[in-house]
């Protein structure tokens, strides 16, 4: 009998479980119904008296779990609805974090074509107008023969070839304009409408800030190349530790803009649970650190030009470890100031990165996930080898405008992978 009631007992938590997990995402008032119908049900000993007890209506998706066999649809099952606000919110933040994509791109451009300094001055309001007239042009070049840039580098130029270089840097400012207005005007709409979460709030707050302080840090990273030089000391290009701030803000408001959208675009999915899955989730939390230091290390070598120091691969010339590796003093200066160490760093850290990808995809390729978690890791696999291959042509062919600038856009899509990643993994939220 002892036996018999414990079974008894265990059915009737295993039946309470299943439905109340199901149902934690039902905002229609009928969970305390439903769970009532369930305990009822498992209560009543005779089949005639339990059929006047409604059952309750589960997912489609909850009939492998019930018959104690898997599928791989059987693993995540989506929970809760997305309503037409979610969807209005998330489609404004995806759209505001492609356009962010795109001005890392076009950032990336302007730098590798030497135009960032064409600008000399920050006027975000009067700075949108573009040079029309003779007369303004040559004001903007009189502006520019003034910065070390022109005296040590571009000495030569012609006003024709200022025009082009110029307009590169109006159109990456202008692409930064376009974030900050694309995003505080909806905010405020949805905002004043109460379509934004409470939880989203804060967060939504701190972007629009971190959209601000991207362009303070722009225009201080502009601001280190052209101040002027008389004793021509000043090395005409712009400070590497502020161009990777610059670059590390904008991936960071990147990662919080598509993150934030894809909470609203896509429900909530049951992830089976144990220690293969709790260590996937911790991989794939691990690699899209890995990716955001990697891209990184790889500002220092752009702000330093160190893709030109050693263009040979995998050795460095013909040593697998450089002899000038440690050369400055103090030690620890050489990672942020020896052309030869920040290579060396960036590519360590692209071999762990791509490791750990491929650990996280092999973690991945045996748990019945969700088809869209396998897609995302899949993804992430391919892309990895793709930007790998990219930055060693880029490497070898002495960093090219379109190879350079497609490696820079690869590490944001590589990042998108792995965030995505993440976000098919995410724990259910605690219900109150």
Known sequence: RKKKKKKTASAQKLLFFKVGLFNLGARNGSFPLVMFRCVLRSKLPSSPLRALVPRPALPRALGPLARGTSSSTAGAVPVGSITRADKAVGVWLLGCAGLTFGTVVIGGVTRLTESGLSITKWEPIRGVRYPRSEAAWQEQFDLYKQTPEFKYTNKGMSLEEFKKIYFMEWFHRMLGRTVGLAYVLPMAVFWRKGWIRPGMKKVSVALGLLIGVQGALGWL???????????????????????????????????????????????????????????????????????????????????????????????????????????????????????????????????????????????????????????????????????????????????????????????????????WLMHELRRLPKVV
């Not at 697998?320 to 760093?345: C, G, H, Y």
Request: proline share 5%; with cysteine.
């Open 221 to 419: 990273m502009v601001k280190s190349g052209v101040e002027h030089d008389p004793q021509g000391a000043h090395q005409p290009r712009v400070s590497h530790q502020r161009l990777a701030l610059h670059l590390g803000t904008a991936f960071v408001l990147y990662t919080g803009l598509f993150y934030s959208a894809l909470t609203h675009l896509i429900p909530h999915r049951l992830q089976l649970t144990g220690s293969k899955v709790n260590a996937l989730r911790r991989a794939a939390h691990g690699t899209a650190g890995l990716v955001l230091f990697t891209a990184l290390s790889g500002a220092l070598v752009a702000g330093m030009d160190a893709g030109l120091v050693y263009n040979s691969w995998p050795k460095f010339a013909d040593r697998w470890i450089p002899e000038d590796l440690l050369r400055l003093e103090p030690k620890i200066s050489n990672f942020f100031n020896n052309a030869t160490t920040v290579q060396f760093d960036h590519r360590i850290m692209a071999y762990i990165t791509t490791g750990a990808v491929a650990t996280t995809w092999l973690l991945a390729r045996r748990l019945p996930l969700h088809p869209q978690a396998h897609l995302a890791v899949n993804t992430m696999l391919g892309v990895v080898f793709a930007q790998a291959t990219l930055g060693v042509c880029t490497l070898l062919y002495f960093v090219p405008t379109p190879l350079a600038a497609a490696h820079q856009a690869g590490s944001l899509t590589l990042l998108t992978a792995a965030l």
